[in-house]
């Protein structure tokens, strides 16, 4: 194998092959965080083989080639491929015309690329279809034998990343491909909804495959590529921190009466307090605004192309007026306020020791069961003058809505195309999300606890960010275990 690869010493060459149609040019716009190449649902969109780099560090290259891959046409040649006594031999020296034969023809150099440059094939499947139903994948593993070079196998069109379901399909493949030696591993990337913790896998394996100057040019690779990763992260985490902590310090003036006041006018005259109004809607674009900015930011830092819609913003919008039960909600908020037991926002807060204007306590909750509503009620300050901010629960709900919203960014293949805001998220994200914040609980009251119109910027940003920090990649760890060692 050693003198079959490509001899340089500082470069891996990686063949991304498959049957055709499967999704290669697809992982490689994923990887390589750029549009190359043409990505269609028909066969031979790829016709000639093209190099990318991958990643370069300290005069060290990983190339990618995209290939044709295999045809379909191969199959019907089976019989007289095997029987040719030198089967690629056979294939690389017959004449097809580049039209007339495309499908042979992208086969043939597709084997002329991973027979002369690779030194490692990757092979993708589609996942959508078990392995048994799939006449070409033997042939084409045939082959990938008599060539010789080791093989990466990855399980490419899995669909929502649900971890049990993927397992199983993984297992499928493993033992359908249990007897073949040049095939190394069997693992999951798909073009699609893959996560940038599991794309080091690719160099890493790599390396174990390699030998000598090689294999450290490919350890070396792996760890450049986890490191610019990882700058990602860490920019995420400068955006979404400051987004949290602009939230936390946001503040908004009344200009006279306590907002219990103001609320006891509302339920009297079961009217719309309009200064309360205003201030919500003035709070709110401010969040929207910021919110949006966010998202964008996140999407560019991940090198994905588009915008998150309007829609967010209009959505949330919806959520955060006054929608439904407005009576309910108000008087259950008056009542606890006059009775001084406002849940146990107001109990923490006084357990707190802290003053408020009037004795007035206020914790809103408006909408219920909404899912990631930006916005969910506001709250007297701390200062005890008459200003609103966020409320605690409101806080919760927004570090629940950008963690999710994050997953769904960090497992957006730009193969896929431009960003699309996720419809819905895989309940498994959901539920990991909801075991982080609930068990986290405490902190997240200190962090609350720290905004509010005399909040320290300083403090705050860095408390913010150290928090999130463990909470980001406790839900990696969590979706993806081995990647906790990447924190
Ligand atoms: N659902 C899904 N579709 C994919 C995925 N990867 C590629 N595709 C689609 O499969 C088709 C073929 O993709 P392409 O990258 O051109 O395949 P290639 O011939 O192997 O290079 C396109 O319609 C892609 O959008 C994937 O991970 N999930
Ligand atoms: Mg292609």
Redesign the pocket.
Known sequence: MAEESNGKQDEVILSLI?H????????ARTLLRRDVGE???RAH??VASEAYTLIESDGLAAKLWDTP?FGSNLAKLAKRIRSSGNPVGWIMHQVWDRFKDESLWCSQEAIRNIKEDADLVLYLVDASQSPGTIGYVDLEMEILSWIGKPVLVFL??T?RPEPERIAREEEEWRAHLANLDIVKSVSTL???TRCWTQEHHILEKAADQLEGEKQKTADKLADAWTQRNLAVFDKSLDEITDLLVFSLLDTEKLKENTVVDKLKNILATNDKDSEMEKVQQNMYKRLAERTAETINRLIASHGLDGQTAKELARTSREEFTFQRNVEESLYAAVGGAVSGLVGGLSADLIAGGATFGGGAILGMILGGGTTYALAKGYNLTQTGANEVRWTEAHFENQLKFIIMLYLAVAHFGR?RGAWQDPENNPSHWEATTDELLRSNKEMLKSLWKLGGAKGNPDKLRKEVRSKVRGLLAGALSKLYPDSERLF
């Open positions: 498959s055709t149609n499967v999704g290669k040019t697809a992982l990505v269609a649902d969109v790829t891959g490419n069109q669909g798909d073009a699609f193969g």
